[in-house]
């Protein structure tokens, strides 16, 4: 029985990982086919001319670069908002704590179609133009929640003891945020942020809705779909997949080498 499970877990496990990789496979090959239609079958032979033409398309350039300076301001807002919001939440009881609670990730479950329109008409209304400033605000709405619940998560290990005695020994309420309360919250903040950051980059129907004139990267590869894609998205995403494992790389390396004490 216990082979048995055995084999059946290891055709899972590669049926599995098949599925996750397989497409992003397919995917990246394709920025290296010689077509104009992204695709790896048939194959026309070897190039990296889709690279050049991603480093010479401007409008998709332009296109990420917004989509990079939306991402990092979201996180800016998202990661303050988020942790407050926990703080508040984790020091609530009764029914006042639940109904603050479901308030605050009612955005999360809300289809981003309807808070795209609603962040826009609110907006008009207060006579705001649309553009990047309010896709932040409203990618921010919503992504503050995922935040809000790593961190909330991350208090329910805290020793309360520890502000107490803290504030018994004359230290100030500030200063047991930011000596004591903090350091434990550190590792729900990175993952928080790191969240907040793809969130945003992933992200349509909100940024589609508020962008105004200007080209994010998810609303410029829809605008291509519709118009006739080409392999230079492939391309761009290849070098994003590299970056994310490098990135993930030097993050184990260093937390090995801490680990290690070297």
């Given at each position: 029985m216990t082979q048995k499970?055995?084999?059946?877990?290891?055709?899972?496990?590669?049926?599995f990982l098949a599925y996750l990789l397989l497409p992003l496979l397919v995917m990246g090959g394709a920025a290296f086919n010689d077509t104009r239609?992204?695709?790896?079958?048939?194959?026309?032979?070897?190039?990296?001319?889709?690279?050049?033409?991603?480093?010479?398309?401007?409008?998709?350039?332009?296109?990420?670069?917004?989509?990079?300076?939306?991402?990092?301001?979201?996180?800016?807002?998202?990661?303050?908002?988020?942790?407050?919001?926990?703080?508040?939440?984790?020091?609530?009881?009764?029914?006042?704590?639940?109904?603050?609670?479901?308030?605050m990730v009612a955005p999360v479950l809300t289809p981003g179609a309807v808070i795209g329109i609603?962040?826009?008409?609110?907006?008009?209304?207060?006579?705001?133009?649309?553009?990047?400033?309010?896709?932040?605000?409203?990618?921010?709405s919503y992504i503050s929640a995922f935040v809000m619940l790593l961190v909330l998560a991350r208090l329910q290990s805290f020793d309360r003891s520890l502000e107490e005695a803290a504030l018994d020994l004359g230290a100030s309420h500030m200063m047991v945020i930011r000596r004591i309360l903090m350091p434990h919250l550190y590792p729900a903040l990175g993952a928080g942020a790191?969240?907040?950051?793809?969130?945003?980059?992933?992200?349509?129907?909100?940024?589609?809705?508020?962008?105004?004139?200007?080209?994010?990267?998810?609303?410029?590869?829809?605008?291509?779909v519709r118009s006739g894609i080409t392999p230079t998205i492939n391309a761009l995403c290849v070098i994003l997949i590299v970056a994310t494992l490098l990135g993930v790389l030097i993050i184990e390396i260093r937390r090995r080498m801490v680990k290690s004490g070297t």
């Open positions: 499970s055995d084999w059946l877990f290891r055709v899972y496990l590669v049926i239609f992204p695709s790896v079958f048939p194959w026309y032979g070897f190039t990296l001319q889709w690279f050049v033409e991603l480093w010479n398309d401007a409008r998709l350039l332009n296109a990420f670069k917004n989509t990079l300076l939306v991402a990092l301001a979201v996180v800016a807002i998202s990661v303050p908002i988020g942790t407050a919001a926990a703080i508040l939440v984790n020091n609530l009881r009764g029914t006042l704590r639940s109904t603050l609670y479901g308030m609603s962040t826009l008409l609110l907006w008009n209304t207060l006579g705001v133009a649309p553009g990047l400033h309010i896709a932040v605000l409203g990618q921010a790191v969240i907040a950051f793809f969130q945003s980059i992933e992200n349509f129907n909100v940024t589609l809705f508020t962008r105004g004139p200007y080209d994010t990267l998810t609303v410029y590869v829809f605008s291509k």
